[in-house]
């Protein structure tokens, strides 16, 4: 499968705990976006990168942290946990950074935090 | 701020019948406007962009500036469009596309 991937599917952990999410990109695209999908608020863009840099930043806690690796995989970091931090985290990544396109999504990691 | 309302969480119709998924937003700017679609056990996907003013699957949407809408109809559903439903507004004045604002969404049901 040549889509986004995105691990651990499943993660559950307690409060004050630090977890790391991965994702792989499509082949070829440059563009890492994660967002955050919670019961209460939604679907709500987190961070981007391009190419290795930071290109856009949203409602992105100081407990998280992003990165994108040379190889293009992204990881997203969250540290501190807590209850609401639980969520499904989707990874979407895409082949130009700016004009209109198409974002193609992972599966999503869905974090329990108890 | 930038915002997308979805009015309705769930919307119920029979096969055969019209549907229309609302859609506002507010937006100071030039908005660019999706419908992301998420079916059973699969990925969110892209189903149209305003830009390209294309029909995907029966649907399509019209940008209405003045009423800061845009709604997604289809004449005569299917069972198979039975899905969630996002709207969806890039708000990053074409600086990167992927900063989209989603609406909540909303679940599609089409009964035979």
């Known amino acids: 499968d040549s889509g986004v991937t995105q691990t651990p599917k499943h993660l559950i952990t307690a409060t004050g705990q630090r977890v790391t999410l991965r994702c792989s990109p499509r082949?070829?695209?440059?563009?890492v976006y994660w967002y955050q999908q919670s019961l209460d608020q939604g679907l709500q863009f987190l961070i981007q990168?391009?190419?290795?840099?930071?290109?856009a930043k949203g409602n992105i806690l100081e407990r998280f942290s992003a990165q994108q690796f040379p190889d293009l995989h992204s990881e997203l970091n969250l540290s501190s946990l807590e209850l609401g931090d639980s969520a499904l985290y989707f990874c979407?990544?895409?082949?130009?950074?700016?004009?209109?396109?198409?974002?193609?999504f992972g599966e999503g990691s869905r974090l329990t935090v108890l | 701020a930038q915002r997308v309302t979805q009015p309705e969480k769930l919307l119920s119709v029979f096969k055969g019948a019209p549907v229309e998924l609302k859609c506002n937003y507010s937006y100071s700017g030039s908005p660019e406007l999706f419908w992301y679609v998420q079916y059973s056990r699969q990925r969110l996907q892209l189903l149209l962009r305003h830009i390209s003013r294309e029909s995907i699957k029966g649907f399509t949407a019209d940008l209405n500036k003045g009423e800061t809408s845009f709604h997604l109809k289809k004449p005569f559903a299917q069972e198979e469009d039975s899905a969630m439903y996002y709207c969806a507004l890039n708000n990053a004045g074409g600086t990167s596309y992927g900063k989209l604002t989603f609406g909540q969404g909303t679940i599609l049901t089409v009964h035979p």
């Open positions: 990168y391009y190419n290795g840099e930071e290109r």
């Open positions: 979407a990544s895409s082949a130009r950074t700016s004009g209109g396109g198409e974002l193609f």
């Open positions: 082949s070829g695209d440059l563009s």
